[in-house]
């Protein structure tokens, strides 16, 4: 017999009420929440009650101490209103149903205090009544309508980014650097970075019906809210054998898809859980469990030591590793392939020129033959060089383009649809890529590939961050995103159709023609057919002969809207490519006029500085002028006093004794 469920009840109180709420269910009932969700709601409890913080880091070898203090520290000047909004969020993702069991509403009374074990679908289950308990049980209350689960392709808008509703309670916690896998129609998101911790977990998300699916540690998986097996469920007296061992902490690995599992390659793990080689695990999509793989390498060869923020492209059963970081955070220029038939990695011998040490790049296989590398960069750059290489050759290439090339970034994106590779978000050590770029590879071999601005999307979205997941799903026709940091956290999931890709893809189909042959093989049936049925077989024919040609105007009908179609995305492509490169000029010329501007002004600067120079000299000549001329009245008076001196001294000469002997007087 199923369980009954009931709808999660949410709080209905609006903030700052709901966050005191949330803090008092969490100081009473936080015992059954994960170490690393107790941290966070630390942390944000304290960036909503006391702000920033501004303490010392603590002293000692206290790790808890110091954890509450990085995890305080990492949120930076995060407003209130924001920190207690994630509070609430995380409480939620951990406990959906707080609120019912915080004010008794999840079995009817206030002595419900801790959260009953979930179901499948995420919803509490039904506790049988108490012994004893008088009359029958209250008639329960209608459960309040759910929006309809719809799936990938239907929720998808051509030319637009869309987030679909996504019906589980449970999600993901918000991460960057994670690895995505797409298996049949279940999208796994493995591992991440959330606020500078590494995560372990493993999630799937069900592309048919929008649901998510967790995998516990240990090996076994369960739903999204589901409990985990108790261990009583073993026979009594076998002895229970351990789990496997779980995924541990990592960040900027790559996952594959390989034979119906997913295949995990290297990744930034803790230091103290570090191997000296790079190591690779398998996923049992299936069962959920995760196993180690030992590889080999060739013989006189080291097999490749441990990396993270690399590039990796499924080739037939070659996997393709290209660059990335050591443990000591150094950029790696490298080409490995696994072979994962035989589990033997390789260094490739090649030719050409090969792309620098790089990490945090793009990587995508084009034809199943050429291994495409677009951006990436080390600590303090970040390149736009477009890097090709060839696997039949072995030769590395830089091919020709045209159209205005995407500037500079690391952390991006990029899935290929068709014959056009999509590259989205990134940074650039100063900001993020809000912008969205397409390139034809149609013409690669033969001519030059043609870049074109697709769009752009709000700063502050998932799609603009750094370390999102981008997957190409051909199902549906359409790409999925997932996580992501531009500032903040996301665990938003976005899918996106490009303009006009359906028209092209049918195009490639056999239009509706086929029913004029209808007629015709009618025919010998006809002649075959005894007198009594030529006027069936006559209705028949004619039947027939209407449907062919009402099939044919509608083949015609179809191809002319098709012909539309395509003369009005050309007419569209053609006129945002005009667009673009009037923008690239206008900003060409508008870095013209700013650098003009910025030489005029050096210029004014120069000349005021000239001119300072020039004042104060004028001034020091005018205070030596000055001094000249008192100078100049000091000696006329001087002369004065001796020209009277000289008087009075003939004077003096010319009487007395002197005067009388010289025969003056």
């Known amino acids: 017999m199923e369980d009954v469920k009931s709808p999660v009840s949410a709080c209905p109180l609006s903030y700052p009420d709901r966050f005191t709420e949330a803090s008092s269910y969490v100081s009473s009932h936080g015992g059954s929440l994960s170490e ?49 909004r994630l509070y609430v969020r995380t409480l939620e993702e951990e406990v959906p149903n707080w609120w019912a069991h915080h004010t008794g509403a999840a079995n009817g009374s206030t002595e419900a205090a801790a959260p009953q074990p979930a179901a499948a679908n995420g919803t ?23 929006p309809k689960t719809r799936s990938v392709a239907e929720v998808v ?97 790559v996952a594959v898809p390989w034979q119906g599992n997913v295949v995990l390659v290297g990744g930034h793990m803790k230091a103290k859980e570090s191997l000296p080689e790079m190591p690779v695990r398998l996923l049992d999509a299936k069962a959920g469990t995760w196993s180690t793989i030992e590889c080999t390498a060739e013989e006189g060869d080291d097999l490749p030591r441990p990396r993270g923020g690399h590039s990796g492209c499924l080739l037939g059963s070659k996997l393709f590793i290209f660059g990335g970081e050591d443990v000591m955070r150094r950029p790696l220029g490298e080409l490995l392939v696994l072979d994962l038939e035989t589990m033997q990695w390789s260094r490739p011998e090649t030719q050409g020129t090969p792309p620098g040490p790089r990490s945090a790049h793009a990587a995508a296989v084009f034809r199943d033959r050429y291994l495409l590398i677009f951006g990436g960069g080390s600590v303090a750059h970040c390149n736009d060089e477009l890097h090709c290489l060839d696997t039949q050759t072995m030769e590395w290439s830089q091919p020709e383009f045209e159209g205005p090339v995407p500037p500079p970034r690391a952390g991006h994106a990029g899935a290929i649809l068709g014959a056009t590779w999509f590259i989205v978000g990134g940074g650039n050590n100063s900001s993020g890529c809000a912008d969205m770029y397409a390139l034809d590879l149609s013409p690669l071999g033969s001519g030059p590939v043609q870049w074109t ?75 075959a057919a005894p007198p009594q049925a030529a006027a069936a077989a006559g209705a028949a024919e004619a039947q027939a002969a209407a449907a062919a040609t009402a099939a ?53 600067d120069e000349a005021r500085t000239a001119l300072e120079a020039e004042q104060a000299k004028s001034m020091r000549l005018e205070v030596e002028l000055a001094e000249a001329q008192q100078k100049l009245g000091r000696m006329e008076e001087l002369e004065r006093e001796l020209q009277k001196y000289r008087l009075s001294s003939n004077e003096k000469k010319g009487s007395g004794i002197w005067g009388y002997i010289s025969g003056s007087t």
Request: proline share 10%; glycine share 8%.
């Open 124 to 146: 509490a289950e039904q506790q049988p009544a108490a012994a004893g308990s008088a009359g029958p049980p209250p008639a329960a209350a209608p459960p309040a309508p759910l």
């Open 157 to 253: 808008v051509e030319g637009s980014w869309v987030s679909p509703y996504i019906s589980s309670d449970k999600r993901p916690p918000p991460r960057y650097e994670h690895a995505t896998a797409l298996i049949g129609s279940e999208l796994f998101v493995i591992g991440g970075n959330y606020g500078g911790r590494y995560l372990s977990d493993t999630w799937a998300l069900n592309l048919e019906n929008l649901t998510w699916k967790a995998f516990v540690h240990g090996g076994s998986s369960r739903a999204a809210a589901g409990a985990a097996l108790p261990a009583s469920s073993a026979p009594e007296g076998a002895a229970v054998p351990p789990p496997p061992p779980g995924l541990p902490a990592i960040a900027g690995h």
């Open 36 to 84: 690393e969700s107790k941290l966070l709601l630390y942390s944000l409890h304290q960036q909503a009650t006391v702000g920033p913080c501004n303490e010392p880091k603590p002293w000692g070898w206290s790790v808890v101490n110091n954890a509450k203090w990085q995890s305080w520290k990492q949120l930076g000047d995060m407003p209130a209103v924001e920190a207690m």
């Open 552 to 604: 044919t105007g509608s083949a015609a009908e179809y191809e002319r809207k098709c012909a539309e179609l395509e003369a009005a995305r050309r007419e569209a492509a053609a006129a945002k490519e005009a667009v673009a490169h009037e923008v690239a000029f206008m900003r060409r010329q508008l870095d013209t006029a700013q650098a003009t501007a910025a030489d005029a002004e050096k210029a004014l």
């Open 453 to 527: 601005l697709v769009g752009n999307t709000p700063v502050d979205s998932a799609i603009a961050s750094e370390g999102l997941s981008l997957l190409p799903v051909p199902m549906a026709g359409c790409m999925i995103s997932f996580g992501g940091y531009n500032g903040r956290y996301h665990n938003a999931v976005h899918v996106y159709r490009p303009e006009g890709y359906l028209v092209a893809q049918q195009q490639a189909l056999v239009p509706p023609q086929q029913a004029a042959p209808a007629a015709t093989t009618s025919a010998p049936a006809k002649a």
